[in-house]
């Protein structure tokens, strides 16, 4: 063998150890959502991540009673298809152009929602709702809420 084919080979098999690397299967990506939207002061949250999904509040759902400190209600692994799935959607998603605080000043149904998003490959965004929605935003909150069994822990989507 020539010393070019050589070199050709190297850096081929680098390539390709390089991008296997960033497959979505490996990918690292984080989406936090957080609901005010009783106006008590009430915190519900749900973070997603490669790994897992876990929903927590300062609220004790089971009682119905909220003493401040947040707690896990509920934690799940994801499967790999389910965070490779999630993941390749975020990718998909357009969220360029939606970035900050929006509110609809004609709505004071109390809806607030923060969503942040962030990860291998993606833009981060953060993105606070008063009142307001866009298709891209409830997309993020339905996927998610597709990864979770239980209704309670679901969250609502604007209407």
């Known amino acids: 063998m ?3 084919q050589i070199k ?10 390089l991008s296997s690397s960033l497959k979505p299967d490996n990918a690292k990506f984080s989406v936090l959502l957080v609901d005010y939207s009783d106006g008590l002061g009430h915190m519900r949250s749900i973070l997603v991540d490669q790994n897992s999904i876990t929903f927590f509040t300062n609220c004790d759902y089971e009682y119905d009673s909220c003493k401040g400190a947040t707690k896990t209600l509920y934690e799940r692994k994801l499967t790999r ?3 490779s799935g999630y993941y390749n959607f ?3 998603l357009n969220l360029k152009d939606i970035q900050g605080k929006f509110e609809d000043p004609n709505d004071n149904s109390g809806y607030q929602i923060n969503i942040t998003v962030s990860g291998d490959e993606l833009m981060r965004r953060e993105i ?3 009142n307001a929605t866009f ?13 979770i069994a239980d209704e309670k822990y679901k969250f609502f989507l604007k209407k």
Do not use: C, P, W
Request: a neutral charge; aromatic letters at 12%.
């Open 2 to 4: 020539h010393f070019q």
């Open 90 to 92: 975020l990718r998909k």
């Open 135 to 147: 298709a891209q935003t409830d997309s993020i909150i339905q996927k998610t809420n597709d990864l």
């Open 128 to 130: 606070t709702l008063y």
């Open 8 to 17: 050709f080979i190297l850096v081929f098999i680098l390539v390709g150890m």
């Open 81 to 83: 298809a389910e965070s």
